[in-house]
């Protein structure tokens, strides 16, 4: 089944503590991207990659980082968490290639994050 | 820079009446323009795209370069269209799906 997981879907840390939330997708896309969702400010994204070791800042990329070491891989790290990143996280993916694709982006289930 | 505008934060119908979801953007290139419906509990998936003209579920959408408006609309509400709506523009060769606020969609019995 063509589809994108997170890991983990909750999770409730402390100030400073860094951690990982992964991102896998099994439908060779090339394109990957992080997005945050908040109450009111609808979606924004973080970071995208459109390749392997290619990745750029989206709207909102301050105080994470992200790697794409493998196609079917793109984590988002946070280095020293702090509570105004508590929110909901999407990952999605897209084939890039080919107008008739509509570039739609399918998206993972979310993790919802709270940082104490 | 792009920007796309959702004025409605809540919009409430009965069931049976029609639906209009407002969308405006902002862009100086050729947009492409989507709609994603996020049901409760679950992902966001693609509902329909200007580039196909397509209905899906019984929801259109035409792209007004004239008005910068792509509102969705559904002349008969089902209660299962109870979602949250995200309008979104892409942009940067396709590599910039920027996202309205959102609209929730309750459709009353």
């Known amino acids: 089944e063509a589809q994108v997981t997170q890991n983990p879907r909750y999770l409730i840390t402390v100030t400073g503590k860094k951690l990982t939330v992964t991102c896998s997708q099994n439908?060779?896309?090339?394109?990957m991207s992080w997005y945050r969702q908040d109450p009111g400010l609808g979606l924004r994204q973080i970071y995208y990659?459109?390749?392997?070791?290619?990745?750029d800042k989206g709207d909102v990329p301050e105080g994470y980082k992200v790697s794409r070491k493998e196609k079917r891989n793109f984590p988002l790290i946070l280095e020293s968490p702090s509570p105004n990143q508590t929110s909901l996280y999407f990952c999605?993916?897209?084939?890039?290639?080919?107008?008739?694709?509509?570039?739609?982006?399918?998206f993972g289930p979310g993790t919802r994050l709270t940082v104490t | 820079a792009q920007r796309v505008t959702q004025p409605e934060k809540l919009l409430s119908v009965f069931k049976g009446a029609p639906v209009e979801l407002k969308c405006n953007y902002s862009?100086?290139?050729?947009?492409?323009l989507f709609w994603y419906v996020q049901y409760s509990r679950q992902r966001l998936q693609l509902l329909l795209r200007?580039?196909s003209r397509e209905s899906i579920k019984g929801f259109t959408a035409d792209l007004n370069k004239g008005e910068t408006s792509f509102h969705l609309k559904k002349p008969f509400a089902q209660e299962e269209d109870s979602a949250m709506y995200y309008c979104?523009?892409?942009?940067?060769?396709?590599?910039?799906?920027?996202f309205g606020t959102g609209t929730q969609l309750k459709v009353e019995l």
């Open positions: 999605a993916s897209s084939s890039r290639f080919g107008r008739d694709s509509g570039y739609e982006q399918y």
């Open positions: 439908m060779n896309h090339e394109y």
């Open positions: 990659s459109m390749n392997v070791e290619v990745t």
């Open positions: 862009y100086s290139g050729s947009p492409e």
């Open positions: 200007h580039i």
């Open positions: 979104a523009l892409l942009t940067g060769g396709g590599n910039k799906l920027t």
